[in-house]
């Protein structure tokens, strides 16, 4: 593995650090246009901002993909998904995030046609995740663009671990096609992607008229994006040598008021 250091924090971007978009430039992004995209600087210098030496876990917080569970309640029958869930809150003037009792994920079938209309549970996030540095640097950052973007609101919170297999063969991050999250805010981090290609981003107004594409390709990339101002869908990732291990990590966190 490349020393994850160097990667997520070159030095020429530590050393451009007062160059770096701030929470609010990234909030003014969302405001305007409904998404923004953040490349590897970016995120690693806004998640050290608010959890310093967030990226002395990024190993192990990397390596609990490899504990996920498969994913069976796919309406396509697929079993190229794996994941876990979490449930949070934040409430009405706090901007502190709180874990939450485990309970099941439920979409509506206006939001997700594939897999909506039922209550699907999941395996919950293991607690090492849930109290790492990595994953309470990611809740911090999103609690502060919260908190330009919509003020003190409460906040029912949802947090997924996704793996997404591709060794035997394409298989879709978004196999509901482009859609909405039925959130407000939708928050999306890759973590890892081996021996996989193609995975592009594709953002839409609610007319469906193309607004980006973007392929998240770097661990630390994210994106965040308003679930009421546009729609999103990521294309099929393809492995590039069909005869080794294929697969693409995200983090997704979604937050509705409440």
Request: with cysteine.
């Given at each position: 593995?490349?020393?994850?250091?160097?990667?997520?924090?070159?030095?020429s971007a530590i050393g451009l650090r007062l160059f770096e978009p701030s929470i609010n430039d990234v909030c003014e992004s969302v405001a305007h246009s409904g998404f923004a995209f953040l490349q590897p600087p970016t995120v690693a210098h806004l998640l050290d901002t608010v959890v310093p030496g967030f990226i002395q876990d990024w190993e192990q917080f990397r390596q609990s993909w490899d504990h996920l569970q498969q994913d069976t309640f796919m309406g396509d029958g697929g079993t190229y998904r794996l994941r876990r869930h979490a449930t949070l809150s934040i409430e009405q003037g706090s901007r502190h995030w709180q874990a939450c009792a485990h309970r099941p994920h439920y979409q509506n079938v206006e939001h997700n046609g594939?897999?909506?209309?039922?209550?699907?549970?999941?395996?919950?996030?293991?607690?090492?995740?849930?109290?790492?540095?990595?994953?309470?640097?990611?809740?911090?950052?999103?609690?502060?663009f919260l908190g330009v973007l919509a003020g003190q609101s409460a906040w029912h919170i949802e947090a997924h671990q996704f793996r997404i297999y591709a060794s035997r063969g394409a298989a879709s991050p978004t196999p509901e096609g482009v859609h909405r999250d039925g959130v407000d805010f939708v928050f999306m981090l890759l973590v890892n992607r081996v021996n996989v290609m193609e995975g592009e981003t594709s953002i839409y107004d609610n007319d469906l008229r193309l607004l980006a594409r973007h392929s998240m390709i770097h661990e630390l990339e994210a994106a965040l994006l308003n679930d009421e101002q546009v729609r999103h869908g990521v294309s099929a990732v393809i492995p590039i040598h069909p005869d080794r291990p294929a697969h693409r990590d995200v983090l997704v966190v979604t937050f509705k008021k409440r």
């Open positions: 593995m490349e020393d994850m250091h160097k990667r997520a924090m070159p030095s594939l897999n909506g209309g039922i209550v699907r549970h999941y395996a919950p996030f293991t607690t090492e995740v849930c109290s790492g540095k990595v994953f309470s640097a990611v809740m911090d950052l999103c609690c502060a």
